[in-house]
């Protein structure tokens, strides 16, 4: 009898580990976050809203002197949490290094714009810009330049005013660093985010 | 005997620099992530992403004024943006407290219920031959009951 009770209760203790590593694993993954593929989307749209006919001169990048083109740079989150991101804009022509996967552009940096975006939500930025004035020192042509307000020069020049390159790159801040870094934070580590829009100074 | 003593200025400090305000931004930024990475609620980091964007939007004009040398300007924008930095941060602590106590609930109710249901499903399974007694004892009292 006695050795009976003593058999049971083993059973029991053996069948209690068993069901609790069934049931706390049912309760671990009603408890874990459903798996996503965590990335930022970045996109820069027109006056209009849309992906196309940035320059309203039916499609031709030609900007002249005084039109003002009011594009809107916008951030979707989807990375799982909110984030600080940076846009960094920068002037290139037709030798400059494009940005890559792992890093940013060799070209100077003309604007910068910080905004705070939470996870599932897109943050739009505005990007109000137009050529104030043109110089030609050489060959080159340099452009004086007006975004969000202010007056920049940017010490690219293009040859004739043609091929000039608008860089957009997303840098996110952090918390490691202190700092922000070029692209954000993926499954498989850093992926750079970046766009190109080309254009000519018709002056 | 009457002592006269030089009470200190109230409200003097040193004036709020936009490092300063940087400074504050990166601080409540950081409150407000790991707050949103505990669970807050979804709302809420949205509503202090805004205030936080305001901030930035102080900031921005504070480093503006001070590249065109105009020290008290900066300075003051500054202070606005370290007024709203400094709310985010505290709400965002707040939050995150708030959050992890609802984590930790939640998981010692799953995991509780998890041990309970093993102690039950363990018991019946030793006892389930004292179980099928039982109910065959049940089902011969009501046969008998309704044959007679």
């Known amino acids: 009898m006695r050795a009976m009770q003593h058999r049971k209760a083993v059973v029991f203790l053996v069948f209690l580990a068993s069901f609790t590593i069934v049931y706390s694993s049912v309760a671990f993954f009603a408890l874990s976050k459903a798996p996503a593929q965590a990335f930022i989307g970045f996109g820069v749209f027109a006056s209009n809203g ?84 043109v110089s030609h020192p050489g060959r080159l042509t340099y452009l004086n330049l007006e975004i969000n307000g202010k007056q920049v020069k940017p010490l690219i020049g293009a040859v004739s005013g043609q091929g000039f390159r608008l860089i957009f790159e997303l840098w996110t801040f952090e918390g490691q660093s202190g700092s922000f870094q070029y692209g954000y934070s993926g499954d498989n580590g850093r992926v750079g985010n970046w766009l190109i829009l080309w254009f000519n100074s018709a002056s | 005997m009457v002592i006269f003593a030089s009470l200190p200025k109230t409200g003097s400090s040193q004036p709020n620099t936009p490092a300063d305000a940087w400074s504050k931004i990166v601080k409540a930024f950081s409150t407000l992530q790991t707050a949103d990475t505990d669970g807050a609620p979804h709302e809420s980091i949205v509503t202090l992403s805004n205030q936080l964007n305001t901030a930035l939007a102080y900031y921005n004009n504070a480093t503006i004024l001070a590249a065109q040398n105009n020290t008290a300007a900066a300075d003051k924008y500054s202070t606005l943006s370290i007024n709203i930095s400094t709310n985010v941060a505290s709400e965002a602590k707040t939050l995150d407290d708030t959050a992890r106590n609802q984590q930790l609930a939640r998981q010692e109710l799953a995991y509780g219920t998890a041990f309970v249901l093993a102690v039950v499903s363990a018991a019946l399974v030793v006892e389930v031959d004292r179980i099928q007694r039982l109910f065959r004892k049940k089902r011969t009292v009501r046969i008998e009951r309704e044959s007679s």
Not at chain 1, 90 to 102: D, F, Q, S, V, W
């Open chain 1, 50 to 133: 849309s992906l196309s006919n940035y320059y309203q001169n039916s499609g031709a990048p030609n900007v002249t002197i005084g039109q003002t083109l009011n594009w809107h740079l916008q951030i979707a989150n989807r990375i799982g949490r909110v984030q600080l991101a940076e846009i960094v804009v920068r002037m290139g022509n037709l030798t400059t290094i494009a940005p890559t996967e792992t890093g940013p552009a060799n070209a100077p940096d003309i604007e910068e714009s910080i905004i705070t975006v939470p996870n599932g939500e897109n943050s739009t930025v505005n990007f109000d810009w137009k050529i104030l004035s």
